[in-house]
């Protein structure tokens, strides 16, 4: 199981985070491969190494001839559908700009639709996303852990003039994330970095135990009194922990009186959302009265959010919400070849040693139906040749 660390010495932003991905090992050729996906054909990426206050890091900048001054989420949903990055990266990458035209929707009193993004919706700005994202994937890192992140102070200029920092979009998406003061006056932590990081991390604080096996730096932009780089550690997570003890978010409502269509509607948004899992139990209320329980799991980060979204798609008056402990397995993606195509699997790190593996569902089942087969077939296949490379009994 790969785990990495994202030390943000001087904050964190999109190219910073693909700087130290490149630097770790990263191998530039599979990014530029992955980032041909987009069918983006106005742009080059520029990778070069500098040195920050004596650190040496790689600096990512992407060279683009955008014509376009700002874009809806609309506009990047059709380049995201359009493009052919993994399933994965697809999903993710919608996250985080969903949530980004959520935070600015709120602050300029906007509906999601309705949010121009002006820097975060520049071609560079995508390609810094989904390379992140995808770069996470061809490392096939699976747990990712976060440091407090730190906070300037002093003003940019933005597409609607002068803007306080942090900026106001910066914190809005650092909601239930430990952050902390910084002396520097200039921008740490750019938006792009800020909803990069809430998806990324499936916990916040000090370094966790692990065997080292690569360190990257990703240098930022400017030059400051500290070295403006975001420090990446991957290792090996810990032998004598055979599982992932996390802290998870449950949201818990009661509903007797909502329609079946309704509570599907509002489980699908939620899981669309970021939740980790959405469980709709069957119930019996005082005076006998049908009714449902739905649980909501989520990452602290989110459940803000998604209780908003419970509220706002359910007839419920009140939610009960918990924090608790989760043991997960260690567990990370890879792909299979079958005669229905490529399809992506996760490989469990079971605590006596052994792996599983299950296909993917979403690509399973657009396979069977492009294909003409059962989902039964291309599920079976995918497993039989994971059982094969992995070499797991079955």
């Known amino acids: 199981m790969k785990t990495a660390y994202f030390?943000?010495?001087?904050?964190a932003s999109g190219d910073m985070l693909l700087g130290a991905?490149?630097?770790?090992?990263?191998?530039?050729?599979?990014?530029?491969a992955e980032l041909a996906k987009l069918h983006i054909h106005d742009f080059h990426l520029h990778i070069s190494k500098v040195s920050k206050n004596g650190f040496g890091a790689t600096k990512v900048d992407v060279h683009a001839h955008d014509h376009a001054p700002e874009r809806h989420l609309s506009d990047i949903r059709e380049i995201i559908e359009d493009s052919h990055i993994s399933p994965r990266v697809k999903e993710r990458a919608m996250r985080v700009f969903t949530r980004i035209c959520e935070v600015e929707g709120g602050i300029h009193g906007m509906s999601v639709d309705e949010v121009h993004l002006h820097e975060v919706g520049g071609v560079d700005a995508i390609v810094d996303v989904v390379g992140v994202l995808a770069g996470i994937e061809l490392l096939e890192i699976g747990h990712v852990v976060v440091s407090p992140l730190p906070m300037g102070r002093g003003f940019i200029h933005g597409a609607h003039g002068q803007i306080p920092l942090p900026a106001p979009a910066t914190i809005?998406?650092?909601?239930?994330?430990?952050?902390?003061?910084?002396?520097?006056?200039?921008?740490?932590?750019?938006?792009?970095?800020?909803?990069?990081?809430?998806?990324?991390?499936?916990?916040?604080?000090?370094?966790?135990?692990?065997?080292?096996?690569?360190?990257?730096?990703?240098?930022?932009t400017r030059d400051?009194?500290?070295?403006?780089?975001?420090r990446i550690l991957l290792g090996d997570s810990s032998p004598a922990s055979p599982w992932l003890s996390e802290t998870i978010t449950v949201l818990e409502t009661h509903?007797?009186?909502?329609?079946?269509?309704?509570i599907g509607h509002a489980c699908q948004r939620l899981m669309a959302e970021g939740a980790l899992d959405v469980v709709s139990i069957p119930a019996q209320m005082k005076k006998d009265r049908p009714a449902q329980v739905i649980k909501v799991l989520a990452k602290p980060a989110d459940a803000d959010r998604l209780e908003q979204i419970l509220f706002e798609e359910t007839s419920t008056l009140g939610i009960r919400r918990s924090d608790t402990r989760r043991d997960a397995l260690h567990r990370h993606f890879d792909t299979v070849e079958t005669r229905y195509g490529t399809i992506t699997v996760k490989i469990s790190h079971l605590p006596g040693g052994g792996l599983r593996a299950t296909p993917e569902y979403e690509e399973c089942r657009k396979a069977?139906?492009?294909?003409?087969?059962?989902l039964h077939s291309v599920t079976h296949e995918a497993e039989h040749a994971a059982a094969h490379k992995f070499s797991i009994p079955h």
């Open 368 to 374: 069977a139906e492009q294909h003409g087969v059962s």
């Open 224 to 230: 400051m009194i500290i070295p403006n780089v975001l």
């Open 7 to 11: 030390d943000c010495i001087a904050g």
């Open 172 to 220: 809005g998406l650092l909601e239930g994330v430990p952050i902390c003061g910084s002396p520097i006056d200039k921008e740490l932590v750019t938006p792009t970095g800020a909803a990069l990081l809430t998806e990324l991390a499936d916990a916040w604080g000090p370094l966790p135990a692990m065997t080292l096996r690569a360190v990257g730096y990703g240098a930022g």
């Open 21 to 32: 991905l490149v630097d770790a090992g990263l191998p530039a050729a599979a990014l530029e």
């Open 255 to 262: 509903l007797d009186n909502d329609r079946g269509e309704t």
